[in-house]
């Protein structure tokens, strides 16, 4: 009979004492307690929303964690990436919490993301359905920019400058000053002194190869064997993320050349 009168609980809605008092015609024995219900549990989640390159925070990406019992319950980011998301569900010790960007091109095109997190007990139920109040903060979320396709050649950006002097340092002018892999060139001013500065496919130059060449004979006071010296570059400056990678330097550098 007990079998019987929850089976028509389920299946009805109706009190199972009520409906099997009626159709046994006695009450149920008080001894005899039975409790139906959905286990549920309170939970809230804080965390921010940041982008994974820069590390600066994004607004307006909706949170959403897909409750089976509720449905979807979401929230935006604000202005500096918070987020709060909460509610109630099914117990778990964890939540699968959804990252989308719906702002269109508001902040950029960012990748959807699902994590999963885990909660912490931070309050008991009433030891019946429900079973209590758990929690998450501090979570970082990091998304990745959906960057437009581009099409380029990636570069960095050098500058080298020095001297050029004979083995009695004094200065030779007209020397000229090229880079390996450069075909623009820079030849020395009268005390000697160069600055080349160009472009080269790369993603990055820590070596820069310099040839050293006289090419007018004994005007500048003798003829002077060819040199090929490589100079340690030094980065001075981020490139834009894109093709640019970056500027590359080296200063001070003092280059002798012999007489033939």
């Given at each position: 009979m ?15 004492f009520d409906s099997?008092?009626?159709?046994y015609?006695?009450?149920?024995p008080?001894d005899i307690?039975?409790?139906y219900g959905?286990p549920?549990?309170?939970?809230r989640?804080s965390?921010k ?7 600066e925070?994004?607004?307006g990406?909706q949170?959403?964690?897909r409750n089976?019992s ?16 909460e ?11 959804q990252?989308e960007d ?8 960012y990748f959807?993301?699902?994590?999963e997190?885990d909660l912490?007990?931070a309050?008991?139920?009433?030891g019946?359905?429900f079973?209590?109040i758990?929690v ?6 990091e998304?990745e920019?959906d960057?437009?396709?581009e099409?380029?050649?990636?570069i960095v950006e050098?500058s080298?400058r020095?001297?050029?002097?004979d083995?009695?340092?004094a200065p030779?002018e007209?020397?000229e000053?090229?880079a390996?892999n ?5 030849r020395?001013?009268a ?6 500065t160009?472009?080269?496919?790369g ?10 060449v006289?090419?007018d004979?004994?005007?500048?006071g003798g ?5 090929i010296h490589?100079?340690?570059?030094i980065q001075?400056?981020p490139g834009d ?5 970056g500027?590359y ?6 280059i002798?050349?012999r007489?033939?």
């Amino acid at each position: 009979m007990l079998r019987f009168c929850r089976w028509a609980l389920a299946l009805l809605g109706i009190s199972a004492f009520d409906s099997c008092a009626v159709m046994y015609g006695s009450p149920i024995p008080d001894d005899i307690f039975a409790m139906y219900g959905t286990p549920t549990m309170e939970y809230r989640v804080s965390g921010k929303v940041a982008d994974s390159r820069t590390g600066e925070p994004i607004e307006g990406i909706q949170v959403g964690y897909r409750n089976l019992s509720n449905g979807p319950q979401t929230t935006l980011t604000t202005d500096n990436g918070e987020f709060v998301v909460e509610g109630n569900g099914y117990p778990s010790e964890n939540i699968k919490l959804q990252f989308e960007d719906i702002d269109e091109e508001h902040n950029g095109w960012y990748f959807p993301k699902e994590i999963e997190v885990d909660l912490v007990k931070a309050e008991n139920g009433d030891g019946a359905w429900f079973t209590g109040i758990y929690v998450a903060d501090g979570v970082l979320v990091e998304l990745e920019a959906d960057q437009p396709a581009e099409y380029g050649v990636p570069i960095v950006e050098f500058s080298v400058r020095g001297r050029v002097v004979d083995s009695e340092s004094a200065p030779i002018e007209n020397i000229e000053v090229t880079a390996a892999n450069h075909y623009e060139s820079v030849r020395t001013a009268a005390d000697g002194s160069f600055h080349l500065t160009g472009e080269m496919t790369g993603f990055e130059l820590n070596e820069l190869t310099l040839r050293f060449v006289d090419t007018d004979g004994q005007d500048n006071g003798g003829e002077f064997e060819e040199r090929i010296h490589t100079v340690q570059m030094i980065q001075t400056g981020p490139g834009d993320g894109k093709w640019d990678n970056g500027d590359y330097n080296a200063e001070y550098l003092e280059i002798t050349l012999r007489k033939k």
